[in-house]
């Protein structure tokens, strides 16, 4: 399935790893669909979960009275009610220095997106109906930072 398709898909995997060539950027690489919120959180920003927090709620803009912690971390990304779209596609670029010092805070990030992606890509009913939304991310490596991790835990996104 091309990227652009997968992209828009509300189907698994939702949290792509997307291996980079040289020059090559995320956003010109992948493109955000029509209609989709699509927002570039900087890796080298995230280096401890305390930054990476940071670096969320300031590209994501949350609501000023957002906690900072994972439970915060994932009911702020299942709401984005403060940024409404057909879709959400958040790029880590230089995600080789994304949570770099610890594997277990990594893992945690990535099963938090995963959930959050499934939650999305499921219909609401009742009192706050809504339809199914994709919802993905990606991790952008350049190629020569691939190894930066032993396992990424997530799928490469096939272009």
Not at 7 to 25: F, N, R
Not at 89 to 94: K, P
Not at 98 to 118: C, H, N, P, Q, T
């Amino acid at each position: 399935m091309a990227a652009s398709a997968r992209l828009s898909s509300v189907e698994p995997p939702w949290v792509h790893l997307l291996v980079l060539g040289p020059g090559e950027t995320a956003r010109a690489a992948l493109g955000t669909p029509p209609g989709f919120a699509g927002r570039i959180i900087d890796g080298r920003r995230c280096r401890t979960k305390g930054a990476l927090l940071s670096e969320f709620a300031r590209v994501l803009q949350y609501p000023r009275d957002a906690g900072r912690n994972w439970d915060a971390f994932e009911e702020l990304l299942a709401d984005l009610e403060w940024l409404p779209a057909e879709g959400y596609l958040l790029i880590v670029s230089d995600a080789h220095e994304l949570l770099a010092g610890s594997d277990d805070e990594y893992e945690r990030f990535v099963e938090i997106a995963e959930d959050v992606a499934k939650e999305w890509s499921i219909p609401r009913t009742g009192q706050w109906p809504r339809p199914a939304v994709p919802f993905h991310v990606c991790l952008a490596v350049p190629r020569d930072k691939v190894g930066a991790r032993s396992d990424w835990r997530v799928p490469p996104l096939g272009r």
